[in-house]
């Protein structure tokens, strides 16, 4: 899918969902949902490097009980934090 210019791939996995996206500011981020606590994280790195994944603050981002909450923060995420410069 595409948020603002910018290529997200979507992929179901065995826990949830995951969302990847190479970020304006030269890192490689992804969000993953965890279905079964409603959970989502943010994952990023700076190629070669290993993945950092910090909880997204629900009273900033909002909740994810569906997939389609879990969508809606992850487009409201990239349209917001991690868009691109101008």
């Known amino acids: ?3 603002d210019g910018l290529e997200v791939l979507e992929e179901n996995e ?3 969902y995951s969302w990847r996206w190479d970020d304006p500011r030269g890192l490689q981020a992804e969000i993953l949902w965890d279905r079964q606590v409603g959970r ?3 994952g990023t790195r700076m190629p070669p490097g290993g993945w950092t994944h910090n909880p997204l603050e629900v009273s900033v981002w909002g909740g ?3 997939i389609y909450e879990a969508r809606e923060v992850v487009e409201k995420y990239i349209s917001k934090a991690a ?3 101008r």
Request: cysteine-free.
């Open 64 to 66: 994810a009980r569906t």
């Open 1 to 3: 899918m595409d948020i």
């Open 83 to 85: 868009a691109k410069p």
């Open 14 to 16: 065995e826990y949830g």
């Open 40 to 42: 989502l994280t943010l």
